[in-house]
């Protein structure tokens, strides 16, 4: 049986940062590792923290409507 977390802590991510070349931060690695594990998907480390920003939002909503089925 899987287990999942009902949600994620996604409100700090909510607004993308101002420089589209920074590397993503440590909270938003965290973050990323733990949606990436929890959906099976593979953690990209290089990811800027836009980049990051939008995955991690694109892995929440797909594990937020997995738990709603």
Excluded: W
Aim: with cysteine; glycine share 4%.
């Amino acid at each position: 049986m899987k287990t999942t977390q009902s949600s994620y802590a996604v409100a700090d991510f909510d607004t993308p940062p101002n420089s589209p070349d920074a590397p993503m931060t440590g909270d938003q690695a965290d973050l990323l590792k733990a949606l990436c594990t929890e959906a099976g998907e593979p953690f990209n480390e290089g990811l800027t923290q836009i980049e990051a920003h939008r995955r991690i939002k694109e892995l929440s909503d797909h594990l937020n409507t997995d738990q709603n089925l």
